[in-house]
């Protein structure tokens, strides 16, 4: 049986079969070579194995986007790391007014399998510039997917799946979730199962076996710990049994396998690590009230990051972000109030 | 100065009539959005055109109708996508700025396709080795930043990218002067790109000019930044000129059209009046094409399919 | 009696007006200067009254929203024209990551008074790359506030206001709108009256004096044109009587004023000319859903372009955006389906 | 090679002191997040603080520690803001990265505080002649694009802008010639800005170097590239140096701080061991500090005042 895997070892493997699978691959990015093999390692070891595709590159956000939508104009395809996502926003004309236009704006299906891989979020003290959760911003864009890595989808499909596409995609991988483990054989802990259902790249649904739930959780990868965490802590406290539903595609999401278990349960929180307003949850929040119309027992409850910078010293930090507490909290105040 | 070719005096006057039609019909309220003429720049496009191959890749900006048909020769493919009419090279969702064809294709954001440019050059360093990437932006365009971001990638990675400048004197209505500190030379030698300057109008010149330094280019020696000098006689986009009747005189005194007319006598006139001709005949043909129709809804590709290493796209002339 | 103002002309007065009352206040844009007077001539004649404060610049988004927030951050106030919206992409990482995270990312307020303003949107033939209407992407960043001008709301208090904020903010200019009328005096039109609700800067109402609507379209300004028509269309082919809510300040948006109303009537409809996904929209109708629980007949719609580029000949380009035809036909399928 | 100062090498031995403890606290896991010292680049920020006036606006970037101690000698401040207690100077908003001090401020994101620098810098020509604004960025950061759109700016509109470059021949992980075609003194030059080398890292020669071109700034001769060869001698960030320790080993022969201590004998041994001990105190004493409390949420500004010519906010060093 195979070992146990962190979520950035399985991505480092998931690029690895990725590069193998595929010449025309190429992988971009800031001090992503060998030795360093990156701000967080994910690449570890890939410049050695692929030195004709991995390549190390100035720092010009802007520029390797670009070069990146060349490359896949061009016949070949191109994944790029952004350091920290919080820099995917020096390539947002890029992103947005060259690769995802480029897909339809010239009356024609042009493929453009451009990824931007975006290390996302807080939970790290790196402070204001550095800790965002900027998949909102994302959203909405025709051509682009907005897809999140997870430790329940298997991260070389995913990695396949979205390149095959044949669109620009943002991924957005939340870096505490890199030093987690990947889940495996439907056991999301020693309390709650999951399985992965409804189209590619499906939503993961982590449950107690025969206990029907009072509220469904539905989450972003990079918050799918601490919703468990809350969900543990509120069937062990509370004896409220809840159901998380992370789905690996956030854009455009596919909600049919959260509908079934939403209108039993009929109350419904979504968490992410956005600030506020315009959230990704607003989206998932219409598409239910409209779907379940007559058959919610309230209205859909959004918990994301304050309206507010992501600070540096962590108490604060921490202070701003959902966590935990604040997911059960929301929970409780649902089932309860 | 030596006489132009037929073949180049055909092309040179196909999109001056051409983009003198475009006006027209602005003027008579048949056309609609934006479109930025090329007038005074025709040289330009149609020098580097025979020095560009089928399988380099050309990236074009707003003002790229001469670029367009210098490669193609394809007046009622390009006036179809302008006026939305069927048959259009992008089916009416491009418009003006934004044609694909082929290894051809421009965007409407200044800058932004320099990058790209050296995206492209990159693929063909590795698999087409002997093709380039040749990227038209104007003067005012190096106020954007993306344009130093690839120049340095290409420099650093020796990709076969020529960044073709027409320096026309004036962005919108900005003049170069208000726009643009130092040179475009020292912006190249900034970063170890080989540069050209070329002064003159006249095609054959030119292309014995830039022929050499595009072959070194072909060659891996690295990217090129050749800066042509050249007029915009007409105005920015539709009837947006303010600059004075004496400035523009004066362009329009050293305009390569009065002088070829001069230089080729009945040549000349003969192959005016043919061009003249063909471009009537391309505006009443396409004004009486149907709309264009809606391009099919495209389909959601957001599965994956089985083997992602084969690409649906070969990008060809077609 | 004033003579009528064009949207433009009062733009144009109210660029004047604050750039008389402040001396300290910059105007920055690319070719905004006399005698050319910017791409849609709303600077016209200012250079030439206030050529200190006036400044024509190079093509660099970036570079000229970088440089007013120096001018702000150094006391003074910077009105940014940026030529069209769509290139507003490129300063993303300044307006994000620099003009708003300064506000509060330092531990204590500091004042960050830059205004982008931003042509937008279709139906003028401009294509792809030229016609986008990107409200939404600005949506929900902290201390970034998202404004749209209405033909309702007077354009010299608006500006003030922004200002005055010393908060960066977007302003969205709708491109078509430029040479419609300012509406005053309490006439949208022949039948329909208008008044202005809510705290500043509050919710344009556009109504029938005495006669209650079956559906609130809430619209912003760019779109409130269209809506009027249509619900002209309504009230004279089909006999529905509906009222139109246009807030000036998309982001954050007070929707109190529009609560009332939409609470009695039971259906709201949100027309954008965003595309499909993430819109203002889902962020209006999830706050309707969540404030008027229960009070609603069905659930909100949205009424947005289509999920796909701006195309550039106009008979394709009217099909993809909402129109009065679209707009009406919801409504009748909302008060008839 | 004449002897520092006391006080300049007070500030040197300061900075070297904090830097090196805060690369303590980390290993000890007494500290959270990330920290960039600029452990070896000491003797420019020394350099620089003494020729900087207090209403010079200083943008500083992720290596910043040593611009903020040399210009405020406020370790404590500084420390607080790192270890998120009470005092800090940003509230343990900021962090190591984003500082605000009077007209001092330090952002995370490479390139971007050059325009705005060249913003404040508009301000001072207009309102505060004489005065600077000074933007320090790496080698590596001229990979970004918006550094040539402040650049050009700056030149055309001749505002009093320093960029001081600190080039220690590496970008977190990556050398400059993997990153840099061409060089910086060509860059400076392709804009038409003034540029200087200095080569030397012994703070008083460094200052005579650099005080003539910045009293041209002063003088509204425009913008000023000044490039200072420098050395990293640490990690980037905490401990994520993969560089080979023959190469560190060279770096830590040439540095000031061996130098100094031959040059300077007893008198540095003393200063030294002040300045090591004030540092151990500032982290004692900090490390007793109760945590930051967080900032009273931001009042919703969004409601017009009266007056809205009337600034709130009179940046002065406080
Ligand atoms: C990023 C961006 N900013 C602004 C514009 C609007 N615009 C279109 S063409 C142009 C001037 C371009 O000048 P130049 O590069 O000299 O080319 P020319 O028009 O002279 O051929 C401007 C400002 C744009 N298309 N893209
Ligand atoms: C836009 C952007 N991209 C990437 C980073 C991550 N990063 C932080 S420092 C750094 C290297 C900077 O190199 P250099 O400018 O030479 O400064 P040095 O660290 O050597 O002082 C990088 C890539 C960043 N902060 N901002
Ligand atoms: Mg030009
Ligand atoms: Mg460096």
Partial sequence: MAARQRVAESLNAA????????PRL???????????????????????RFPRQVLGTPISEAGIVGLAGGLALAGDRAIVEIMFGDFATLAFDQVVNFAAKSVTMYGRRVPMPVVLRCPTGGNRGYGPTHSQSLQKHFVGVPSLAVYELTPYHDTTDLLRGILAAGEPAVLFEDKVLYTDWMRRDGAADDLFRYDVVGDWPGVARVRLDDAPPE??????????????????????????????????????????PVLDGAGRAGRVLVVEDSTAGGTWGAEVAHTLHTELWGRLRRPVRLLHAADSVVPAAPHLERAVLPQDGSIAGAVEEMCHG | MTEPTDADLRRLLLIRHFETALLDLFAAGRLAGTTHTCLGQEPVAVAL?????????????????????????DPAGLLAEIMGRAGGVCAGVGGSQHLLRGRFLSTGVQGESVPVAAGTALHLARTEPGKLACAHIGDGTWGAGAVYEALNLAVLWRLPLVVAVEHNGIAQSTPTAAQLAGTIAGRAAAFGAAYLHVADDDVAAMRDLVAGPLARVRDGAGPLVVEFATRRLGPHSKGDDARPPQQLAALREH????????????????????????????????????????????????????????????????
Same sequence: chains 1, 3.
């Fill in chain 1, 15 to 22: 690029l690895a079969t990725a590069l193998a699978d595929d």
């Fill in chain 1, 26 to 48: 190429y992988l971009l990015g800031e001090d992503i070579l060998d030795p360093y093999g990156g701000a967080f390692k994910v690449t570890r070891g890939l410049s050695t």
């Fill in chain 1, 215 to 256: 509220c469904i959780v539905v989450a972003p990868g990079g918050v799918a710990d601490r919703a468990l965490a809350a969900m543990r802590r509120l069937l062990l406290e509370s004896e409220i049994v809840t159901e998380l539903h992370v789905p690996a595609r956030l854009y455009p999401v596919d909600l049919s």
């Fill in chain 2, 49 to 73: 055109a025979d020095l560009l191959d089928e399988r380099d890749f050309e990236f074009s900006n707003h003002r790229g109708h001469g670029h367009y048909l210098a490669r193609f020769d």
């Fill in chain 2, 255 to 318: 305009d390569w059209y009065p002088r070829h007319a001069r230089l080729c006598g009945e040549r000349f006139a003969r192959l005016d009046a043919e061009q003249r001709d063909r471009v009537a005949e391309v505006v009443a043909e396409v004004s009486a094409r149907p709309p264009a129709t809606p391009p099919a809804p495209s389909p959601a590709a957001l599965s994956p399919s089985d083997n992602p290493a084969e690409s649906p796209w070969q990008l060809v002339n077609a």
